[in-house]
C-alpha cells in the first residue's frame, strides 16, 4: 500500500486540492486495502484447501481420508486477512491523507 499511495500522490493532491478531506483520503485507502485484503484471504484459502486436498493422499495411508470444509475457520481466515490488511495499511493511509495538496500537484 505504501508503494500505491507513494505512485497515487499527484491523485490524492487532485483530490485535496477540490475539496476531499483527510479522512476523505483515508477512506479511500484503507478501502482500497480491505477490498484486497479480503480477496487475498479468499483465495488463499481456497487454493490452500485445494493443495491440501491435492497433497493429502501422499502423506496418510488411509485411503478414505478426506478434508472437511470448516464454515468457523473460513470466517477466522476471512477476518484475519482484512485485520491485518488494514492495520499494515493504516500508515500509509494517514500520509496520504496528510499530504500538501501543493507538493503534490507540483509532480505533474
Known sequence: MMGSVRERTSEFGIFM????????VIRMVLFEAAVISAIAGVLGYFMGLGATKLI?????ESVGMSL???PLLTLGVFLAAVTLGLVSSAYPAVMAGNLDPNEALRSL
Do not use: E, V
Not at 17 to 24: E, K, N
Open 68 to 70: 472437511a470444509f470448516d
Open 56 to 60: 493429502l493422499p501422499f502423506f496418510t
Open 17 to 24: 486540492a477540490i475539496g476531499f478531506r483527510r479522512r476523505h
